[in-house]
């Protein structure tokens, strides 16, 4: 219950910020071009809370938090006098009305860049993209991958890290072949990968390909034993090392947990050692579902896990100029990279499975929040850069499908009628609501 009340938390701070950055661009350019802004909402709905400034506008928060708008004076929906007729969006230039509508977008990606600049100003941890497994016959066996092997280079891309190494590969997806380039035992080394049938419906990028990042290994000895647990209704205390249980010698961790599992309600006898002394108890984990609503065992232990090896993990720190350098060229990156997904998913070679919406955004929220504030700043700019892209899709419902329009009128010298306008307003609607309904389905396939 409190995952789901702080992940609606999360959510709420992360969107509100978010559109409030992206309508404060309309606004902010607005104003800069003598148009009368009647409102500034965060929200829809009911108004929880509004108050006017000496200008007229009226600012609003809104019920529902999912998104928000700028009502300006506009002669296509008011009655405009002739003297205010200044004042009004539709009076303005096509070039001043060219310039609020796509303020918006920019003043999501302005927000990328300054999230990302105080992230890497703070200094974020960050983990050498070092292979751990790799799956027999996968695509990655076949290209030659091996555990222990460090990415230094995808295709053209030089990465550091596991976030920089899953966005160049997912850059890659739909090409017949690419080149990787590998640190294995201290000398580089160059791998082709033909990446047939790579299946990222999941949005598991790397373990479609047939490996996963290494990660310290958990130890069979107990860093905690939850209170009032089947564990320690049985004996077992923290520091206890697990030698065996169901007449099996324990062999890692994964083992033990295969044996805890598949024994809900079970009476199993183990055996630990504690301080060099081993001792014979009898354990019965505890009977719960799992996310496909099966009984499983429960033991209510936590176990110590190996450190990393020296330098597999660093923090990313920059000073001020260095910074926004990074910054700037990392959000440009997160830009072309969402334009170049869409195009995919377009051609069909990303799924439309893996359009993710509020739910998704929700924990991802949370789960950045709890994390801690590098985090959270690395969240909203991805998120950002996504609002702003998808803003800018050509569709007359978003702020790319005003600016279609203005484009044409700049070329043609009129505007677009509005019959045509309706239309495509219409058109841009079902197109959106369909869009948002498979990533709605999406999030409930996911839960």
């Known amino acids: 219950m409190f995952a789901l009340v702080w992940n609606l938390f999360s959510f709420v701070v992360a969107l509100g910020i978010l559109v409030f950055v992206h309508e404060y661009g309309h606004f902010w350019v607005a104003r800069r071009n003598g148009v009368k802004v009647l409102k500034f909402s965060v929200g829809f709905g009911r108004s929880i809370y509004s108050w006017t400034d000496k200008q007229g506008t009226e600012y609003s928060i809104g019920v529902i938090p999912l998104g928000g708008y700028v009502r300006m004076l506009d002669g296509r929906v008011d009655d405009v006098p002739t003297e205010q007729e200044q004042y009004s969006f539709i009076h303005k230039k096509v070039t001043q009305r060219i310039a609020i509508v796509a303020a918006g977008p920019l003043a999501n990606f302005i927000f990328a860049i300054f999230a990302l600049f105080l992230m890497l100003l703070i200094g974020v941890p960050k983990v050498k993209p070092v292979v751990g497994e790799v799956t027999p016959s996968s695509i990655a066996a076949e290209a030659g991958l091996q555990a222990n092997d460090e990415f230094m280079r995808i295709a053209d891309t030089k990465v550091l890290d596991w976030e920089t190494t899953s966005y160049a590969l997912l850059d890659q997806v739909g090409s017949d072949v690419f080149n990787v380039e590998v640190q294995r035992n201290g000398q580089p080394l160059t791998l082709t990968v033909k990446p047939i049938d790579w299946n990222i419906d999941d949005g598991q990028v790397l373990s479609g390909l047939g490996f996963t990042p290494y990660r310290p290994k958990p130890l069979l000895t107990m860093a905690q034993v939850v209170e009032g647990s089947p564990a320690q209704q049985a004996g077992i205390q923290a520091g206890d090392k697990l030698i065996s249980m169901n007449g099996e010698r324990l062999k890692d961790w994964p083992h033990a947990v295969s044996i805890i599992t598949n024994h809900p309600e079970q009476t199993i006898p183990a055996l630990i050692e504690r301080n060099g ?37 660093f923090d990313m720190q920059y000073g001020i100029l260095p910074a926004l350098e990074k910054s700037i060229e990392r959000t440009w990156s997160l830009i072309s990279l969402s334009f170049r997904m869409i195009g995919k998913l377009l051609v069909g070679d990303i799924g439309l499975n893996n359009l993710s919406g509020p739910i998704s955004i929700a924990q991802g929220a949370g789960v950045s929040a709890q994390s801690g504030l590098v985090y959270f700043l690395s969240f909203l700019a991805l998120i950002s850069v996504n609002l702003g892209v998808v803003n800018l899709l050509p569709l007359p419902v978003l702020d790319g499908g005003h600016l279609m329009y203005f484009l044409i009128e700049l070329i043609r010298g009129k505007p677009v009628s509005d019959k045509v306008q309706e239309i495509g307003f219409r058109v841009g609607a079902f197109v959106l609501m369909m869009i948002m309904g498979i990533a709605i389905i999406n999030d409930f396939t996911r839960l």
């Open 277 to 313: 002394i081993e001792i014979s108890l009898n354990i019965t984990p505890e009977s719960k579902l799992d996310e496909e609503g099966f009984s499983q065992g429960y033991l209510g232990v936590a176990p110590n896990v190996e450190n990393w090896p020296k330098g597999y993990v």
